[in-house]
């Protein structure tokens, strides 16, 4: 049979009726959500935590650097080479005068402490542009220079100063910071000199040498200080690492509950292909609609993250006080880097969520017939792959384990353990449910591990969550229980003197010594000086070697008759953080200056302490820096708080220069417990949103559940002990991630402790074990699951008896 | 003439080779006629009916639609050519779930730009749907589920309808009573309809019958 076609009909013209499908289709796909507000409710909360997670901890970090910055900017920290002191801590004003006269360009600062606030003084005439503060240079000369001139400070600390002096509070200032003119600081400090000199970028060719105007001091070069932002970046690093992890387990929720919407949308994309809906301009309205829905979670998450960062911060910059003496503000601002980071984040990760799924949508063919979760069929293909890159990325960690020295090599090594890990889970959990089946042979029993691996494709991303969170929470437990107990002993061992001293005078400090070993005492005076150890700042501590010090201190690495050595002035010991950065070891010969090298006889672990340190015997300090005093003293004594009155009485030291041990350790651990607080708080909110992802996979999947469910209650199970055995599943899942995560979890604490902190704090911690907080850790994690699955089995166990006969229903 | 097949040609393919399911139809159908397509069970009944939709497209052969040649159209044209000038009824009815019954019918009507309120409520009231409009598809039994897939077909007065298997869910009274329907509406609007059936009763209503054996037309 031959046909001919009938001349004039017409198409619709259809570039111009885009825009007119438009509104009909997104009605169509916006209904889902509107039917499935759950599924709504867990793509916008799980995106919505991950950002908060993930912005919170950059809100913190920009705080921080910013702070830094302003710091940096104010006193010309690694911007500028400065002339220091070879030895003490102040430079003349007449060297200052001299070196100008003689052609240097160099620009004065003072430095000192006040009602506890820095002060800092610049000469705003030959200071570089930008050091000290913009509003300096605003003001009028008269108003800023001399004696009485004003200075700047945040109002933070513009009220801690009070009425001593007048200031103008300039946001711009670091806080803990004021600046001013130096005249006006050496009159708030009461001193004519100067703590250091910055070297202006240009010089005159023609000029003397330093050592001819100028012997006594030295050019440290602006790469040499010890920048804080540097210092720091190791602690920040961390917090990425966590609001990173938090991030991911969050987006699990996002996937899933795209996952979800996308296999529940199936039909429906299907149904609007067949009436003339093209796949290209259907594709594209699905990416509006998600990625519109996105901005949205995530604009709500950048602002739970600002009310995280918020409760946060001030731990964090009593934190970073305390390990770095680092000053933070402790008010947040909302500043472009983090909010935008974490909006950008979370749209990013939607994105390659939804590009997944697109691309299936792209390939699914129109006329497929309706199969619900036929994502069930594809599962065991997917597993497979799984499996494979699973492997794949625990070979890579277990080379990196070998190969990593470096903070970053470290995190890429915990991202493969992590997400190897993760990924070996789903097929993991299949195997152990086909071991488990046949174990018993009743029916209820051998149903309930077919239908729990039925359940696996819809829940294994949130165990996959849970698997991060509980493996987090292990590693992190044990690198803090670890550290605390190494820390605990370090503290013993350092803080074995009963009783601390301070003085403030050369003339104090021979008095004092005199006074304690008139009276019999072990006294252990400190000196200390600063010095560039191998091209890196350090510290020099002058020891008095005894029976404290021999029976006390225990060491990383160490030759024989370390301290015979170090008392004879034939070595030294330094810090691990100085001999891991110098890769200097017992052995090898360290330059201290003067001419005089010594070989190394130990290295002691010296935690919480950023700089390095190199101790040698009183008679070598004395030898290079005859100038510098004991300022402190460590004295044995079986009753601290007698001898404290004794001194006092004795040498008129006010009461606040003495200190007990136990005040110090307990201030020492107060430090250390407030440097944990944010990991643990991450931590527990990392639990917290794993949870939430196992009750809105649950929740979400609950409507599938029916069908499934009809046939075992119509054979005699009733709804009371289908929802029974829900909960038991959620528990058993629970259960094998937490198994699986144990040792994830204890290879996590490995890494950070052996590889992570010696790249970014310089010191290695033995590593202990804590079966009891793991069992309790697994005790929660189960809690979690059981709790996020008692609402959705309540659900179950009260479905209508309507829903369940529908099932057998003909026309369903 | 508003359908024409011209020595159509489908085949699958599977691990093995190809399985000719087509192997040269031709047929046509002018505006305002029924006919019923019968044949056993993997005979190319459906894939017929969609090569006719432009749901899938022919290895060989033309197809004409209201005067355009479909088998070379990409995916944007044969979604066109379904949007404005086709509908389909299935089987499975492939309503919208999350779409009240209202908006359902509504539905093909808007996104083809032939929305007309008083054909849809004549097409309502025709099926009997008045008071199932603010339901949503799960609340109603398989016939009514089927009205609402007749009457979003028709209500974008298309120049073709397509039914595959459209009583194969319903039982015999309702099946009746929804192909009459079906056949007062589009005798009123001079609609061509092709139906894909099994049920001798259905086929016997139209004007025309074809049955296809092996890919052939008998």
Known sequence: ?812 | MLLAFENVKKAYHDGSGAIPVLRGVSFSLDAGQTLALTGDSGSGKSTLLHIAGGLEAADSGHVHVAGQEVTGLDDRGRSDLRRSQIALVFQQFNLIPSLTVAANIGFHAALSGRDDPARIARLVAALGLQDQLHKYPEALSGGQQQRVAIARALAARPKLLLADEPTGNLDETTAADVIEEMLALVAMDGTGLMVVTHSAKVAARMDRGLRLTGGLLE
Not at chain 1, 210 to 219: D, G, R, S, T
Not at chain 1, 385 to 410: E, I, M, P, R, S
Not at chain 1, 634 to 654: M, Q
């Open chain 1, 1 to 812: 049979m031959t046909a001919t076609p009938e001349a004039g009909a017409v198409i619709g013209a259809p570039h111009r009726t885009r825009p007119r499908m438009i509104g009909p289709c997104l009605r169509a796909l916006l209904s889902h959500w509107r039917r499935n507000p759950l599924q709504l409710f867990a793509f916008l909360a799980g995106l919505a935590l991950a950002t908060a997670l993930w912005s919170g901890v950059q809100a913190i970090n920009a705080e921080a650097r910013a702070s830094y910055d302003a710091a940096a900017a104010t006193l010309g920290e690694g911007q500028y080479d400065q002339l220091l002191p070879r030895s003490g801590d102040r430079i003349a004003q007449a060297r200052y005068v001299a070196l100008r006269r003689a052609g240097w360009l160099v620009s004065p600062i003072l430095e000192g402490r006040l009602n506890g606030v820095r002060l800092v003084g610049v000469d705003p005439v030959t200071a570089p542009a930008g050091l000290g503060g913009v509003s300096i240079a605003e003001e009028p000369a008269s108003a800023v220079l001399g004696p009485s001139g004003r200075l700047f400070a945040d109002a933070e600390t513009a009220q801690r100063l009070g009425d001593l002096v007048d200031i103008t509070v300039d946001p711009n200032v670091a806080p803990g910071l004021a600046v001013g003119d130096i005249g006006a600081v050496q009159a708030l400090l009461g001193r004519g000199d100067l703590s250091r000199l910055i070297l202006l970028p240009e010089q005159p060719l023609a000029r003397p040498a330093l050592a001819e105007i100028a012997p006594e001091l030295l050019v440290q070069p602006s790469s040499q200080s010890a920048d804080i932002a540097q210092l720091t970046d190791s602690f920040h690093l961390n917090l990425t690492a966590f609001g990173f992890l938090s991030f991911c387990v969050g987006l699990f929720i996002v996937h899933s509950a795209l996952g979800l919407a996308f296999e529940q949308r199936r039909g429906m994309i299907r149904t609007l292909r067949a009436l003339g809906t093209p796949l290209r301009f259907l594709v594209a309205l699905i990416a509006a609609e998600m990625l519109a829905l996105a901005a949205i979670g995530a604009a709500l998450g950048v602002l739970l993250g600002f009310l995280i960062a918020a409760a946060l911060l001030p731990d964090v910059a009593a934190t970073l006080r305390g390990l770095y003496g680092a000053q933070v503000s402790g008010s947040l601002q909302l500043r472009a880097e983090w909010w935008l980071s974490g909006f950008g984040l979370a749209l990013f990760g939607t994105a390659l969520a939804l590009a997944g799924r697109i691309w299936r949508v792209a390939r699914m063919p129109l006329l497929a017939g309706g199969r619900p979760r036929a994502w069930v069929a594809a599962h065991a293909a997917r597993l497979r792959l799984q499996a494979g890159a699973a492997l794949a990325l625990l070979a890579a960690a277990a080379v990196l384990a070998f190969l990593a020295d470096d903070v970053l090599t470290g995190f890429v090594l915990l991202g493969c353990l992590n997400l190897g890990a993760a990924l070996a889970l789903p097929p993991i959990a299949e195997r152990v449910s086909r071991m488990l089946q046949p174990w018993r042979r009743t029916p209820v029993w051998r149903w309930f591990w077919a239908d729990t691996r039925q359940q696996l494709p819809g829940l294994s991303l949130a165990l996959m969550a849970l698997l991060l969170a509980v493996s987090a929470n292990v590693g992190v437990a044990t690198m803090v229980s670890s550290f605390r107990l190494t820390f605990v002993a370090f503290l013993d061992q350092r803080l074995a003197p009963e009783l601390f001293v301070r003085v403030e005078t050369a003339q104090e400090s021979a008095a004092l010594e005199t006074y304690l070993l008139g009276r019999g005492l072990e006294v252990l005076p400190l000196r200390r000086a600063p010095a560039q150890i191998a091209g890196l700042p350090a510290r020099l501590m002058g020891v008095r070697v005894g029976p404290t010090y021999r029976d006390n201190w225990t060491f990383v690495a160490a030759d024989a008759d370390v301290w015979d050595r170090v008392e004879a002035g034939s070595a030294v010991l330094l810090n691990e953080q100085l001999a891991r950065r110098a890769d200097l070891w017992p052995g090898d010969v360290v330059a201290l200056g003067e001419g005089l090298s010594l070989p190394i006889a130990g290295v002691v672990g010296d935690y919480g302490n950023p700089t390095g340190q190199v101790v040698l015997s009183h008679a070598v300090f004395e030898r290079l820096h005859p100038d510098r005093f004991a300022r402190q003293f460590g004295v044995r004594t079986a009753s601290p708080a007698a001898l404290r009155a004794e001194i006092s009485a004795a040498l008129g030291l006010p009461a606040n220069a003495m200190v007990d041990q136990a005040v110090v350790k307990t201030a020492s651990l107060r430090v250390f417990e407030r440097t944990f607080l944010v990991t643990d708080a991450l931590n527990l909110l990392t639990l917290g949103v794993a949870g939430f992802a196992i009750l809105m996979s649950l929740l979400t999947l609950a409507d599938q559940r029916v069908p499934q469910l009809a046939p075992v209650w119509a054979l005699g199970l009733t709804r009371r002990q289908l929802g029974g055995l829900e909960l038991l599943r959620a528990v058993v899942l629970a259960l094998i991630v937490y198994l699986c995560a144990l040792p994830v979890g204890l290879a996590l604490g490995w890494v950070l402790l052996s590889v992570v902190n010696v790249a970014a704090f310089g010191w290695q911690l033995p590593i202990y074990l804590f079966p009891y907080d793991y069992a309790l850790l697994g005790l929660y994690a189960l809690a979690a699951a059981a709790l996020a699955a008692a609402w959705p089995a309540w659900r179950l166990a009260r479905t209508p008896l309507g829903a369940l006969l529908k099932v057998f229903s003909n026309e369903r």
